[in-house]
């Protein structure tokens, strides 16, 4: 497995993890670093999706990483964050399945 293979996979294992951590009542400063760690994920596959002709992943990591952007922050309800939560640590790993090189396909 090469670096950069390791590093997507653990990356997006690590945001759903995250994700799945903010159900919980944690700190608000917690918050703040998750939609730091979730945009800068999200992008890096969004990227990443795109130079492998995935359009929808592009699509859906690109709305994600505009989603959980820290400078301009987008204010929803904690109820409404917690489905939106569940939802994008689902499209994390479902993606770990989906995301795969030219090589591997």
């Avoid at 590093?7 to 995250?18: D, M, W």
Wanted: include cysteine; glycine fraction near 2%.
């Amino acid at each position: 497995m090469n670096q950069n293979k390791a590093v997507s996979i653990a990356s997006r294992s690590l945001a759903s993890v995250l994700l799945l951590l903010a159900l919980l009542k944690l700190p608000y400063g917690y918050y703040t670093l998750l939609r730091l760690a979730v945009c800068v994920v999200a992008a890096y596959h969004c990227v990443l999706s795109y130079k492998l002709n995935r359009g929808v992943l592009t699509v859906l990591f690109g709305f994600v990483a505009i989603l959980f952007n820290p400078i301009i922050p987008i204010l929803l309800e904690r109820d409404t964050w917690q489905i939106i939560d569940v939802v994008v640590s689902l499209l994390f790993l479902l993606s770990l399945f989906l995301v795969r090189s030219k090589a591997e396909a």
